[in-house]
Each structure stands twice: as C-alpha cells, then as structure tokens.
C-alpha cells in the first residue's frame, strides 16, 4: 500500500508559510486567521510546534496583513 506514502510525499513536498504562535496551549478551537481582514479557512494548527501554517500556493499577496487571534490555555479567567 503507497497511499499514505504517497500523500505523505506529496504534503511535504509543498512549500508552506509558518507563523508561530507566541502563547503556549493556543486552544485550536478558537484560533482565527485573517487575511486582508477577511477570515481564512486555509489554514491548519500545527500542536507539535505550536504554529500556523498556510500552503504557499494560498499565500496572501504581498502587502496584505495576517492576523492571528487565539485563546490559550494559561490565559484563561477563572
């Protein structure tokens, strides 16, 4: 079976724009990306390195702010 190498091969082999999130424990749930002030949906949460990432092929164009909102863990009221 070559599917999951295969796919494996293929995701790792795009190019990807990292943003690493500054608070430890983000709630993947609550995180929210911007791009240009219009919510993104191209995105995924990497837990293991605490960051965003973004495929470059969906990459903002040049100019246009990104803005990454969350909750974490250690931040959280009582």
């Given amino acids: 079976d ?3 190498q295969l796919q494996s091969m293929a995701f790792n082999s795009v190019p990807l724009l990292s943003y690493a999130l500054s608070d430890a424990g983000a709630i993947e749930e ?3 990306v911007k791009i240009g002030g219009q919510v993104s949906n191209v995105w995924w949460y990497n837990a293991e390195n605490n960051e965003v990432n973004i495929n470059s092929a969906d990459a903002p164009a040049d100019g246009e702010i990104i803005e990454i909102t969350y909750a974490a863990l250690d931040c959280q009221e009582e």
């Fill in 2 to 4: 070559w599917g999951q």
């Fill in 30 to 32: 609550t995180i929210e």
